[in-house]
């Protein structure tokens, strides 16, 4: 049970270019969510979905793409850099309220993004 | 709206002596309340939470929270703090009717010392 995964762990973009970030989730969990941490901030939602084939918008979504066609996997598209984009990204799952006695977020490893 | 609010950006505290964490939210309904930590270049770990019952919730590497509802506070504590417990430690709030979406504070970095 590997949890929740992000990849890559690392990438430097230039101003422009435009990358995916994956994350992928084993728990058969309903909800998935995309964040972005910067220094002093400390989490900001970008996007979320609630289940596959669904996706919302969170507080910063500007400059971001998503797409649930698996539940599964969450994907987060950065269609033209920018260098405010430098930060982590971290990915979290969270299975359905009543579900199972389980409430909480579980969190992928982060995705280090760097644009110059 | 909802909202957490970690008033103080970080805490230092002597290894060996308790350590406190404040937390306070603003949210409709019955609130879902989480502790996070977070090591250096890491992900997120689940410490606590309180959904229901008993107000002092028991989390994991010894730590605890009191839920007070009259002051809308989840403060997390521990009793005798470890060097390895420094770390950066984020309160959050799942909101009852939109369950769907967490808010987070701005997290608290807490430094323990030798």
């Known amino acids: 049970n590997a949890g929740v995964t992000q990849t890559p762990k690392f990438r430097v973009l230039k101003t422009g270019q435009s990358m995916t970030l994956l994350c992928a989730q084993d728990?058969?969990?309903?909800?998935m969510y995309w964040y972005r941490q910067d220094p002093g901030m400390g989490l900001r939602l970008i996007h979320y979905s609630v289940g596959e084939g669904t996706t919302a918008k969170g507080e910063v979504p500007d400059g971001y793409n998503v797409s649930r066609l698996k539940k599964q996997n969450f994907l987060l598209g950065l269609e033209s850099a920018a260098p405010s984009q430098t930060s982590v990204y971290f990915c979290a799952s969270s299975p359905v309220h009543g579900g199972s006695d389980s409430y909480e977020q579980y969190f992928g490893p982060g995705t280090r993004l760097t644009v110059t | 709206a909802q909202s957490v609010a970690q008033p103080e950006d970080q805490v230092n505290v002597a290894e060996g002596n308790p350590l406190t964490v404040k937390c306070t939210y603003s949210v409709s309904g019955n609130p879902y309340l989480f502790w996070y930590v977070q090591y250096p270049n890491r992900g997120l770990q689940f410490l606590l939470k309180?959904?229901?019952?008993?107000?002092l919730v028991k989390g994991s590497y010894g730590f605890e929270a009191e839920f007070n509802k009259s002051q809308t506070s989840f403060h997390l504590k521990k009793p005798s703090a470890l060097v390895s417990d420094s770390a950066l430690y984020f309160c959050?709030?799942?909101?009852?009717?939109?369950?769907?979406?967490?808010?987070f504070g701005s997290g608290t970095k807490l430094n323990v010392k030798p």
């Open positions: 959050a709030v799942r909101e009852f009717r939109l369950l769907n979406k967490f808010y």
């Open positions: 309180y959904i229901t019952g008993d107000n």
């Open positions: 728990m058969n969990h309903e909800y």
